[in-house]
């Protein structure tokens, strides 16, 4: 079944990953081992929001041609 819920945990858990590591780096002194960590991860948090909109769009895309199909 698609249902897109996979896409958008995924999505959800990549943007709270990136709040907590802007947090880190807003409150951490500059220069500091936890705001370079943090701003090092934000890379990888990036990466997997930008996955899991592409599993979003390619559910859409398969629904929009089973819709066509069905038509």
Known sequence: ???GSSGLQGIQKGMTQMRQQAHTVATENAGS????TAMV???P???HVEANV????A???MIGSLLDVRA
């Open 59 to 61: 559910e859409d895309r």
């Open 1 to 3: 079944m698609i249902d």
């Open 41 to 43: 991860e934000m890379s």
């Open 33 to 36: 081992r936890q705001s370079n």
């Open 54 to 57: 592409k599993t979003l769009q």
């Open 45 to 47: 948090s990036q990466r």
